[in-house]
């Protein structure tokens, strides 16, 4: 099993878009976890249109309270992501109640790493960094972490002052190498070399530039029409969209990297964090 979390700096660079992207297709069983302190499920009221009424979920972890109560609740609370065969763990109702979920952190990081015996991996949308109620033990106890960010040069001066505090907070967590990088729209200007020596962060994957493709996770809107060349080339379907092919890699950047970052912590002789 693995952690993997998303966070963002500034903006809205696409972390619940692409956190849910890669569940969507997760290679083994996943849970998707909406731990952006903002509040609301965007992925009820955007990809599943309001379509699906969300489980006070956050609230019955919280009430668990220990790790051992989170794991027997989750598998009530979390549900179908339709779509996938994932689950999802929908988001709080509110940002006020967000605020009453910074003690479940600490416990739901210690219940997710556990969660080996069911094989399932976890990928959190942490939402953006520094908010009242962020998740932040679930960041540091990630086997990755990973911040998004888009290339341009707003999003870039926003992202260097938090790659700096989290190359800090993982560098005396010991765990550096559990930090890393996604790009949103790499190449728009910046490409990820440009970007790794910017936020001294590698750059674990990108994610491709595709509005409208997004626009399908992000609000539930319809599929994007293909194109005659696309449709003559037989390339015409959901699943060879830009924005499908670049999470296709992503998964499995991600889950090269983790497996590298392990192999690494096993020859210093530590096992996985
Ligand atoms: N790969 C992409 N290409 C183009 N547009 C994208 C991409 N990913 C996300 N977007 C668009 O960016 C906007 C923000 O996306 P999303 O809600 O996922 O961001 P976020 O980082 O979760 O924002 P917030 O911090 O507000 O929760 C949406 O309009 C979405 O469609
Ligand atoms: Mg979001």
């Known amino acids: 099993m693995s952690l993997i979390v998303l966070a963002s700096a500034s903006g809205s660079p696409g972390v619940t878009t692409t956190a849910l992207g890669l569940a969507l297709g997760w290679p083994r069983p996943a849970l998707l976890v909406e731990a952006d302190p903002t509040g609301g499920s965007a992925i009820a009221a955007g990809y599943l249109r309001g379509s699906i009424v969300p489980a006070e979920a956050m609230i019955e972890l919280a009430l668990a309270q220990h790790a051992d109560g989170i794991l027997e609740v989750l598998p009530r ?13 929908p988001g709080t109702r509110s940002h006020e109640q967000a605020r009453s979920l910074v003690p479940i952190w600490e416990p739901l990081t210690t219940a997710f790493r556990s969660l080996d015996a069911t094989g399932q991996d976890v990928i959190v949308d942490a939402g953006r960094l520094g908010l009242f109620g962020s998740p932040d033990p679930l960041l540091l106890g990630a086997d990755l972490a990973l911040l998004v960010t888009r290339t341009d040069m707003v999003s870039l001066s926003g992202a260097r002052s938090w790659a700096e505090t989290l190359r800090e907070r993982f560098a005396r967590a010991g765990a550096s190498s559990a930090l890393g990088v996604v790009l949103v729209g790499e190449g728009r200007p910046f490409r990820a070399r440009e970007v790794a020596s910017v936020l001294q962060l590698p750059v674990v994957t990108s994610i491709a530039w595709d509005p409208s493709s997004a626009a399908v996770l992000s609000t539930g809107a319809d599929p994007p029409r293909p194109g005659l060349a696309q449709r003559m080339a037989g390339r015409g379907g959901w699943e060879d969209m830009a924005l499908l092919r670049s999470l296709r890699g992503a ?3 991600i889950t090269g990297r983790i497996r590298i970052i392990d192999e690494q912590l096993q020859a210093a002789g530590r096992g996985p964090l």
Do not use: M, N
């Open 251 to 253: 998964r499995s950047a």
């Open 77 to 89: 609370v979390s549900q179908e992501l339709p779509g996938s065969v994932a689950r999802w763990v």
